[in-house]
């Protein structure tokens, strides 16, 4: 097999690309742009993808830093085999248009997909990715890339939780979308295991056929069937394959019991003594994967429970998210009402936020009880509301 010579940018398409890059470059996001283009020169339509909304999860601007130096090259393809999507053989009419230095070259474009993953400690992961694809020949393309949720076990395990733009291009040979996420390991219960995904749309100026989708750079791998083949358009999704970001195991007690401003009571309000169902007992075994407990004096008695992870994304949302300083007093132990939803696991009450005992003139009364309706409480009582509630937030995820 003869080896591909390198490709090179030149003339007056590489200058107009050139600047279309450092356009999109310094907006962060998409690929080279298109204008001006029509009939069988406009690029192929490629459906956007969109993530589903997944709280720790939130979208930054990607560094530039992830896109290479060096120019990207095509890979080396022989007739029948080689590396990457192929041309068939053309129709009658001109051929394909090569990019210089790559006329003796089969036509055939190769998808670059790369990443870069930071950590701020143990509990922040970013993740900056790139998807790019080059070819040695002129055409008309779109491209998407995303990111796919891996972690077994995770609420969005197999879901797109970041999109970039894409980019589309005519009469050109190269496009990348490229974006960036920061996962919040301790309100997502995911992000350890991702791949990035990359949606392709391919068609040749002259009604060239495609011939074939072969071997893809190392760790790549097709995420669908290559369709199109032998017409001139083509589509296919791609793959990184999957990475591990270094998160650990997510373990939302564990950052509750670490936060110094949610306050976890060590006793009970009224006077019992049990310290086995503490508010921060409750939290400190569940941080340990064991289950909390009801207080013996209750209506329930000594019982154990799981407490309700939306419940404790909320807890830690309402800190991270929203800024609130507060003290928790009762989880699943005290006593409360005779079928509350404490018992189960799935209530808190807070007396303290901002270092202001909650009563009726608490300025923060309404934003937190409005905080936990938005982080998925559906029971949420306070002063104002009865007087069992007069000097607590009582917040409650469904049963």
Request: with cysteine; proline share 7%.
């Amino acid at each position: 097999m003869r080896s591909r010579r390198g490709w090179r940018r030149s003339g007056a398409p590489a200058l107009a690309l050139a600047l279309a890059l450092a356009l999109a470059g310094a907006l962060g996001y998409a690929g080279p742009a298109y204008a001006g283009v029509s009939g069988d020169d406009a690029a192929p339509g490629l459906p956007a993808r969109s993530a589903v909304v997944a709280p720790g999860v939130s979208g930054v601007a990607p560094t530039a830093a992830i896109r290479p130096a060096g120019r990207r090259s095509t890979a080396s393809a022989a007739s029948g085999t080689g590396s990457g999507i192929t041309l068939g053989k053309p129709k009658a009419g001109p051929a394909p248009r090569m990019v210089a230095d790559a006329q003796d070259d089969p036509p055939t474009c190769v998808p670059y997909i790369s990443r870069q993953v930071t950590l701020n400690g143990t509990a922040l992961a970013r993740v900056d990715y790139l998807a790019e694809i080059v070819c040695n020949f002129y055409l008309a393309g779109a491209g998407q890339a995303y990111l796919i949720e891996r972690t077994s076990g995770a609420r969005y395990n197999g879901s797109v939780v970041a999109a970039a733009a894409p980019f589309a291009f005519s009469s050109s040979y190269y496009g990348y979308s490229l974006g960036a996420v920061l996962i919040d390991g301790r309100i997502y219960d995911g992000g350890r295991q991702l791949e990035i995904g990359f949606d392709l749309a391919l068609q040749t100026l002259n009604g060239t056929p495609w011939g074939g989708c072969f071997a893809l750079p190392a760790g790549q791998r097709y995420l669908s069937p290559c369709y199109g083949l032998g017409t001139p358009t083509l589509s296919v999704s791609l793959g990184s394959g999957v990475f591990s970001t270094g998160l650990p195991a997510y373990n939302p007690a564990a950052a509750i019991r670490d936060i110094p401003a949610i306050d976890l009571l060590t006793f009970h309000v009224g006077g019992q003594s049990d310290p086995a169902s503490t508010a921060r007992q409750n939290i400190v075994d569940t941080a340990a994967g064991l289950p909390a407990s009801t207080s013996d004096f209750s209506h329930v008695g000594r019982t154990s429970v799981n407490l309700d992870l939306d419940m404790l994304r909320g807890i830690l949302s309402l800190h991270l998210s929203n800024g609130f300083n507060f003290r928790v007093t009762a989880i699943a132990g005290s006593r409360h009402g005779a079928n509350s939803r404490h018992y189960a696991g799935k209530a808190f009450d807070v007396d303290t936020i901002n270092g202001t005992r909650v009563t009726s003139t608490n300025p923060f009364n309404q934003a937190f009880k409005d905080a936990c309706r938005a982080y998925g409480a559906t029971e949420v009582l306070g002063p104002g509301d009865d007087a069992d509630h007069a000097t607590h937030i009582h917040c409650a995820w469904p049963r």
